[in-house]
């Protein structure tokens, strides 16, 4: 049997009592601000001052892990133990940001602690661990299939003191963000490497910088996920100095895998956050309609639906800790087993249990008068986020053959 932590527990005490305070019912509010700003990328006034309330209260980068906790007052907590703590923030899509405990920022503050040299961490990550910038990861490119990491184009030639780079990048979270001020970027640099995992190498990239440009927005399932959002970015002979280069030339794949293990289960946490939410929210839907005579709750079809919600979270709930325990025990790569298997299982029975929850809300469900459908857009992009559904099943598949073929 599983046990938090009492640190954790005195977390998700916390953490619960702000969600009431502070977050729901803030939700009208953050939407208002965010539908009347001139520029939908810009920082809100709102999660400024909720910022400040929560760094004054301890709740602040809880997700950095113990082998970090140099980094934080707060933290230092286990994968484990910090699991129910983002399931929590999940249950409204941008309250992880007031805990500075949101993707991709997380996953880069994380690589600039295990990759990152002394200058390069006093320059980003102390400004990120106060929250007062964002960051970017571009490592996705559309004309290649980018779920081979390998397969990545956009060229890093060296000149003389200076990284050249051209080509281009897309979906990138957080470009489109005022806040953001750094982007890792992944590229080749040496293409003609007899090892494919040898070819690429990450760079930082302020925004700014000439030769970086921001494309255009783009959308998924019509969703622009401001203020965040996603771009399309194109570099034309963009140019940084040699030592903005992380960890050394030949490293990028290396630093790439050590970055997503610990940003999928983030993200399987707060799916799981978000469907806790939505059947809470369901099965008082339910009660409070009637069709043929009856309330909604008493036809048998509502009634199995809402069982099968619960299973399927309760399941996940126990992938993801189980997961995240193994994590903890004996690091990301050698969990890599039941972290793919969280990854693939998750995101898609998530989105499932989101539909039924659609759908017993009626046309309501589709519309912006709840979370769901922006829930459901999140659930859905995290089946390709990280890596697609199909990449992580080979995984696990090969390595059930070697065991047990």
């Known amino acids: ?59 602040w980068n809880l997700f950095v892990p113990p082998s970090h906790g140099e980094y934080t007052d707060f933290g230092g907590l286990s994968n484990f133990d910090y699991a129910p703590l983002a399931e929590l923030m999940g249950r409204v ?14 996953g880069n503050m994380e690589v600039f602690m295990k990759y990152g040299s002394e200058a390069q961490k006093a320059r980003w990550l102390t400004p990120l661990l106060a929250g007062e910038i964002r960051s970017s990861y571009a490592m996705t490119e559309p004309q290649v299939a980018s779920s081979d990491a390998t397969n990545v184009e956009l060229e890093i030639r060296r000149e003389g003191d200076e ?43 302020p925004k700014g910088t000439p030769g970086l440009n921001i494309v255009r927005p783009l959308t998924t399932l019509g969703y622009d996920d401001a203020p965040f959002g996603h771009a399309e ?16 030339e030949g490293r990028g794949f290396e630093i790439a895998q050590g970055r997503l293990g610990p940003g999928r289960m983030h993200h399987c946490m707060r799916l799981i956050g978000s469907a806790q939410r939505a ?16 309330k909604l709750s008493e036809h ?16 996940s709930r126990l992938l993801v800790l189980k997961a995240c325990h193994k994590m903890d025990k004996v690091g990301a790569r050698d969990a890599r087993d039941l972290i793919a298997a969280a990854k693939i299982s998750v995101p898609r029975t998530v989105q499932i249990v989101l539909d039924k ?17 922006e829930a459901f857009n999140y659930a859905r992009w995290c089946r390709q986020a990280d890596g697609p559904d199909q990449v992580h099943q080979m995984a696990p598949g090969k390595q059930l053959v070697k065991a047990m073929g």
């Not at 001052?49 to 209260?57: D, H, I, R, S, W």
């Not at 929850?357 to 459908?373: E, I, K, P, S, Y």
Request: net charge negative; proline share 4%.
């Open 1 to 59: 049997m599983y046990k938090f932590s009492d640190k954790s527990i005195a977390f998700q005490e916390q953490l619960a009592k702000f969600m009431e305070r502070e977050i729901y019912s803030n939700e009208p509010a953050y939407e208002q601000q965010l539908n009347e700003a001139t520029n939908r990328f810009a920082a809100l006034p709102l999660m400024d001052e909720l910022k400040e309330k929560a760094k004054a209260e301890g709740l």
């Open 93 to 106: 899509s941008w309250s992880p940001e007031v805990f500075n405990c949101n993707a991709p920022d997380t």
């Open 163 to 205: 990284w050249v780079l051209n080509g281009r990048k897309w979906f990138i979270t957080g470009a489109m963000y005022e806040k953001t001020q750094i982007f890792i970027v992944m590229g080749k640099s040496d293409p003609n490497n007899p090892s494919r995992h040898l070819q690429q190498s990450q760079v930082l990239v």
């Open 233 to 248: 970015l194109r570099f034309e002979n963009c140019r940084v100095p040699i030592e903005n280069i992380l960890l050394g």
């Open 279 to 294: 059947l809470e929210i369901t099965c008082k839907r339910v009660t409070d309609r009637e069709t043929f005579g009856r």
């Open 300 to 315: 048998q079809s509502v009634l199995e639906d809402l069982a099968d919600c619960f299973i399927d979270i309760e399941q």
């Open 357 to 373: 929850c659609m759908q017993m809300h009626g046309a309501g469900g589709l519309t912006g008068d709840t979370f769901l459908a």
